[in-house]
């Protein structure tokens, strides 16, 4: 079973960049796609961004297409967040997040999906 350890976040202005990383430790890594989800208070967990195992998918949502990037290090079991050009609506708590199926096609953006769930990482954009 993986386990997965989210860090990173922070006070930022907006504009500004940061990057996220989510350490894994257990199971396969290099097998599992991986996914970056956040939740805002009072509203639903959603998709961010997500990677295959190999690193050669990736998908994003519309929203943050062209200013975040998700890569991955599997020899280091860590899968990172580049977040740039961030604004107050990027403020949430971010969470990693692994899919146990590694022969998908597809990135999956449902959070039913993945089964293992770091605690998140709070991100604060001002403005």
């Known amino acids: 079973q993986v386990e997965l350890v989210e860090s990173g976040g922070g006070l930022v202005q907006a504009g500004d960049s940061l990057r996220l990383s989510c350490a894994a430790s257990?199971?396969?890594?290099?097998?599992?796609?991986m996914g970056w989800f956040r939740q805002a208070p009072g509203k639903e967990r959603v998709f961010v961004a997500g990677i295959s195992g190999s690193g050669t998918m990736e998908r994003y949502t519309d929203s943050v297409k062209g200013r975040f990037t998700i890569a991955r290090d599997n020899a280091k079991n860590t899968v990172y967040l580049q977040m740039n050009s961030l604004a107050p609506e990027d403020t949430a708590v971010y969470l990693c997040?692994?899919?146990?199926?590694?022969?998908?096609?597809?990135?999956?953006?449902?959070?039913?999906?993945?089964?293992?769930w770091g605690q998140g990482t709070q991100v604060t954009v001002s403005s």
């Open positions: 997040a692994a899919d146990p199926f590694p022969y998908r096609s597809v990135v999956l953006t449902s959070k039913e999906a993945y089964d293992v």
């Open positions: 257990g199971g396969f890594f290099s097998k599992n796609f």
